[in-house]
């Protein structure tokens, strides 16, 4: 069986886009991790497949795959993504677009200026639902790592992030914490990992370590927790653009129970047809 797809990024962070609408595609994870794979594969961050609405009012139902084969609840680069896929591909020509995920329904809108702007839905704080092991909801914990204390704030965007403030990070110890951070049993879930420079209180730089894909050139969902994080903690505004290895993303939020707003870039690179 030989099956379409697009290769499409969102500042860096990269997919393999499947229409499973007029495909049949059973995911299996060994298949996911071959796709994935930068040398036998297509090669990619995330695998996305795009299928029939399961939740009312919604379009499409958004199915997103990390490198390692696991399924995930939410990818905020590759919603943008999603929103580019379906209509290059003519599947809607709504500019606003209801899409269901793992995480709920979001709501995808592409802009005159072809940037793709994103309700993310509202940030969840509380422990248990992220999950994180705590006792009681804070702006920040302490959290153990064999002989070293570390400070994170803890988010979900749908999907787990933990987000330690860094003084640089160009030099923040990603590869070393952020794989044993990932696998912390206070994250019974696993967790991405954000690394976040304050630049001031609108500016920021952030790298992920991505839970099952490693460290990637931006993390969509990261950007909106590291902010969340950082204006729990008092320390930015409602409006904050996040400087990414792979480019920037804007973040408007106005504090919790609201809903959140990333706005960024996406790109299609090529399409092709691989066989089963
Ligand atoms: N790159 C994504 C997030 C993809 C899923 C994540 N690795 C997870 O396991 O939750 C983004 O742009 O948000």
Not at 224 to 244: H, I, M, N, P, Y
Request: proline letters at 7%; a negative charge; one cysteine or more.
């Amino acid at each position: 069986m030989r099956l379409r797809f697009t290769k499409m990024q969102g500042l860096g962070n990269d997919f393999a886009v499947f229409d499973a609408i007029s495909q049949t595609i059973d995911p299996d994870p060994g298949w996911i991790r071959r796709l994935a794979d930068r040398r036998f594969g297509i090669g990619c961050d995330q695998v996305l497949l795009v299928e029939p609405p399961r939740l009312p009012d919604t379009d499409f139902h958004y199915r997103i795959f990390n490198a390692d084969g696991s399924e995930v609840e939410q990818c905020g680069n590759g919603a943008r993504c999603f929103a580019r896929f379906v209509r290059d591909q003519g599947m809607t020509d709504k500019d606003a677009i209801p899409v269901g995920t793992a995480a709920g329904a979001i709501r995808l809108h592409l802009e005159p200026n072809g940037q793709v702007r994103v309700d993310m839905g509202v940030p969840i704080l509380e422990p248990a639902r992220i999950p994180f092991v705590a006792d009681q909801q804070a702006s920040s914990y302490a959290l153990a790592l064999d002989d070293e204390a570390l400070t994170i704030g803890a988010v979900s965007m749908g999907n787990p992030h933990a987000v330690l403030q860094v003084e640089d990070v160009d030099t923040a110890p990603v590869a070393r914490l952020g794989p044993r951070i990932e696998i912390h049993p206070r994250f019974p879930q696993r967790v991405n990992v954000g690394f976040m420079q304050i630049l001031d209180s609108r500016h920021i730089r952030l790298r992920v370590f991505e839970r099952g894909a490693g460290e990637t050139l931006a993390c969509g969902t990261g950007a909106c927790a590291a902010v969340v994080s950082g204006r729990v903690r008092g320390r930015l505004e409602d409006r904050v653009q996040v400087k990414l290895p792979g480019g920037g993303l804007v973040i408007e939020w106005d504090g919790p129970g609201k809903t959140l707003w990333m706005t960024g870039p996406a790109e299609s690179v090529f399409h092709g047809e691989i066989d089963r």
